[in-house]
């Protein structure tokens, strides 16, 4: 991830927990729905790590959200 692009991916991690608390999910949860280890969910959420492509796809559809909107409630 280059730190450049540091304040995009915490306003991306904030918009996956926003989705994920509002489902009822726990980071665990959510991490067993995409088949990844609950700290990959926590990473992302905190932003030490960037994302890739297909986790985007992947978290979109585990949470049920489109794209769209986790990139519009992340401001981006």
């Known amino acids: 991830m280059k730190n450049e692009y540091y304040v995009e ?18 980071q665990e949860q959510l991490a067993e729905k995409m088949e990844v280890h609950y700290e990959t969910i926590s990473r992302i959420e905190n932003a030490n790590t960037g994302i890739s492509s297909d986790m985007l796809f992947a978290l979109s559809k585990a949470l049920n959200v489109s794209l769209g909107e986790l990139f519009t409630h992340a401001k981006l």
């Not at 904030?14 to 726990?26: D, E, I, P």
Request: with cysteine; aromatic share 16%; charged share 30%.
């Open 9 to 26: 991916y915490r306003d991306l991690g904030l918009s996956v927990c926003y989705f994920r608390k509002a489902k009822g999910m726990s």
